[in-house]
């Protein structure tokens, strides 16, 4: 999932040494009982440049300003996203090892993956939501259609003859591409890539016909007419691409997913930095220009609390209901990481 050179300067990354030899459970109590006293690490459970990456960069660069401490962003890909949530889930709960979770590794792979997840929920703690985002849907533009009915017409007349990309086997986009086959009752093939930048090169190259993206990697690409969107997957238009209809209003109101990203702990981290660090999360997400720079890509608000913020409870409750729900179109829609 890649998104624009714009983008990613207007995130950096933000680098600091450790601190060698030192207790980590000491210095997560730090003096007087306060944290952070040294760099917090955020693992970011995908490759560089996608929308987890992009959001957690933004995130991190306002808690560094928030906290007066580095908050420092590793990428630690594979699996859809499940290498890097295991290492967060098996990481010391002392508030120096956060994980920028996404959908994917947050929800849907506890079904998709079964008995091969090496976590489970009970073993991450909830902190806060950053963003949502809607999916797109989009093809290359030699393909002779110019609405997600087209494409549904034309599927139909050629069964089998389409591919539909994704960043990933496991990620919501894969199971949004399986949500549409199934609500539309076409079959085309699923071709999965490492992140975002192969697939959509392979889209704009036309050697995969249609594709599904968070919409922050493939903004871009859309807006300077690289790819053609068809429809966005959520139930309202976004103003980042008002021209877009959404899928119910192409006759699948079925196909709905919002993908999202939010922070987690491993579980047993003190709830007094659960707490502060959540509260400090609910109150950048609310900043004008944090909402500004993730509307520019597509990205909406949490929304979990009535002032449009996040908390941990109101996140946790929000994990759960989201785990169940794609646990359901995982196994009526069949898809499969094989």
């Known amino acids: ?22 207790p980590a459970r000491a210095l997560a109590q730090g003096a007087g009982g ?22 957690a960069r933004i995130l991190a660069e306002r808690l560094q300003a928030h906290f007066n401490q580095p908050f420092t962003v590793e990428n630690r890909a594979g699996a859809g996203g499940n290498v890097g949530a295991d290492f967060v889930a098996k990481a010391e709960p002392d508030g120096y090892t956060l994980l920028m979770q996404a959908i994917s590794s947050g929800a849907i792979n506890y ?19 950053v963003v949502r985002v809607p999916n797109v849907i989009f093809v290359t533009n030699s393909l002779p259609v110019r609405s997600l009915r087209e494409l549904v017409t034309y599927a139909k007349a050629n069964p089998g003859r389409l591919n539909i990309g994704s960043s990933g086997a496991g990620t919501s986009l894969h199971v949004t591409g399986e949500l549409l086959k199934m609500e539309a ?10 992140g975002a930048g192969p697939m959509l090169a392979e ?7 249609v594709a599904v993206d968070n ?13 053609r969107a068809l429809a966005v997957t959520t139930a309202t238009r976004t103003p980042a691409l008002p021209d877009c209809p959404t899928t ?33 999360i609910d ?18 608000m949490p929304d979990l609390t009535p002032d449009g913020g996040t908390t941990p409870a109101a996140f946790t409750a929000f994990v759960r209901a989201e785990t169940a729900k794609w646990g359901e179109v995982v196994r009526k829609s069949g898809a499969t990481v094989e």
């Open 1 to 22: 999932m890649r998104v624009s050179r714009r983008a990613l300067l207007s995130a950096p990354l933000l680098a600091a040494p450790g601190l060698a030899g030192v």
């Open 34 to 55: 306060e944290w952070p006293v040294r760099p917090v690490r955020v693992v970011v459970p995908f490759t560089p440049a996608g929308t987890t990456d992009v959001a």
């Open 111 to 129: 079904t998709l993956y079964g008995s091969r997840m090496t976590y489970r929920p009970e073993d991450l703690a909830e902190v806060g939501l």
């Open 185 to 194: 009752g076409v079959q085309m093939t699923h071709v999965p890539f490492r």
């Open 203 to 209: 889209v704009i190259a036309g050697r995969v016909e």
């Open 215 to 227: 919409l922050p990697s493939a903004i871009g690409h859309l807006r300077e007419g690289r790819l």
């Open 248 to 280: 119910a209003e192409e006759g699948l109101p079925g196909v709905e997913a919002t993908a999202w990203f939010g922070i987690q702990a491993p579980a047993r981290t003190p709830r007094p930095i659960v707490e502060r660090l959540g509260a400090a």
């Open 283 to 300: 109150a950048i997400v609310k900043e004008p220009a944090t909402k500004a720079r993730m509307a520019d890509l597509g990205g909406m």
